[in-house]
């Protein structure tokens, strides 16, 4: 009775391990079988890869190599299939193909009449970006509205002042905090430019708990960028909505509040936030943003630049930690750098970062060395031929 018991046992056991067997097999080939049926002969087109499992694909791989190392997915591939610089795959509930060398890259992002803006349904949503669902040549117009008054050093030199009293008080706080515990750098990399960019767009008119307040429900939002688009309570994609719809009413009452100063004629501050710098510009046919153009604005600029200043901001300390030569290089170009300030001068100045030519090698270098990367989406509008080698079907 008892070999027969364990007879049982084992036959159990392997009929489990085959039937697994069986359906990873055949499941994780059903997409590549339904792609390669609907595309005809254009799937012999297609570069090498991994479809991955009916509906979710490789989702789950992807989110899963992306919150920590977003280069694991990609090198995941590379090791299996080589350096084709191509690769099928299935992402979002979506069908599609990775690019990663120079060359295709460019022409994905430079071809504006074959490749159109594509983000998956989550990023849409909780973005919520006016240059989505746009012409390219209204792209353009909010492109120059929003950009001309931020970019270059004009624009930075409007912020300076700002930028540098939300890196003292960071500081302040991580030595504070570092005599009770170790400080995760990437978590204060992350906080520090969120905080950068809040406080320039509305840092100068409103207290620090509506700043903290923002910071902190734009964290849900974040995390939500790729995620499952399932709307129910408990999942990360429902809580970002409802937290970005609180952040829209703060925000939104800022520039209510804005606007009516600006109608009733009240006396606008030499340092101006962003917000009213965008409440001003008008394109050549005397079209303004509306507010919940700025509104929106004021995520995508969250959701474009706090990971990657954060990430950069994170490896120039790490890699100059580890090459004291490099450090006490860029150490000394900042004390000669203070020691040449005038006593009255209490701020950085453009003149000043100008000098600091030492220091945008290192930060060059370090961009240069550290494999990080945040996926772009873009979706051919006919086929695409890539330099002979493989093709993209619409």
Not at 120 to 127: D, I, R, S, Y
Not at 151 to 175: H, P
């Amino acid at each position: 009775m008892e070999m027969e018991l364990t007879s049982w046992v084992w036959m159990s056991g392997a009929i489990l391990l085959a039937c697994y067997c069986v359906i990873n097999t055949f499941g994780r080939r059903v997409n590549e079988w339904y792609y390669d049926f609907k595309l005809g002969r254009k799937h012999r087109l297609l570069p090498p890869g991994d479809m991955g499992w009916p509906l979710i694909g490789k989702t789950i791989k992807h989110l899963r190599s992306g919150n920590a190392h977003p280069d694991l997915f990609l090198n995941d591939l590379v090791s299996k299939y080589g350096k084709a610089g191509m690769y099928k795959t299935h992402l979002f509930m979506n069908p599609g193909i990775v690019v990663y060398t120079l060359e295709a890259c460019r022409k994905v992002y430079s071809d504006e009449n074959k490749f159109k803006l594509a983000y998956p349904e989550t990023t849409l949503t909780v973005a919520q970006s006016p240059l989505n669902d746009v012409s390219s040549e209204e792209h353009r117009r909010f492109r120059r509205l929003i950009t001309a008054p931020i970019m270059g050093y004009n624009g930075l030199a409007k912020f300076l002042d700002r930028m540098e009293d939300t890196v003292i008080e960071s500081l302040e706080g991580m030595a504070r905090r570092s005599t009770k515990q170790p400080v995760m750098a990437f978590k204060e990399t992350m906080a520090l430019s969120l905080r950068f960019i809040v406080h320039i767009f509305i840092g100068s008119y409103h207290h620090h708990d509506t700043i903290k307040q923002i910071e902190d429900l734009f964290c849900a939002v974040d995390d939500a960028l790729f995620s499952w688009p399932i709307n129910l309570p408990g999942f990360t994609h429902y809580k970002a909505l409802k937290n970005r719809k609180k952040v829209e009413e703060i925000v939104q009452s800022i520039v209510e509040e804005r606007k009516l100063m600006i109608k009733n004629g009240s006396e606008v501050r030499e340092k101006k936030d962003l917000v009213d710098i965008l409440l001003e510009v008008e394109d050549v046919n005397g079209r303004k943003l509306k507010g919940e153009d700025i509104v929106n604005m004021l995520v995508l600029f969250l959701l474009a630049g706090h990971v990657s200043t954060a990430t950069v901001t994170m490896w120039s300390m790490v890699y100059l930690t580890k090459n004291p030569l490099a450090f006490n290089k860029a150490k000394e170009e900042q004390e000669e750098i203070l020691k040449s300030r005038p006593l009255s001068q209490k701020y950085l100045s453009m003149e000043e970062i100008k000098k600091m030519t030492y220091l945008k090698k290192v930060i060059n270098e370090v961009i240069r060395l550290t494999e990080w990367a945040i996926p772009s989406f873009r979706e051919a509008t006919t086929d695409v031929d890539m330099n002979g080698n493989f093709n993209v079907p619409v």
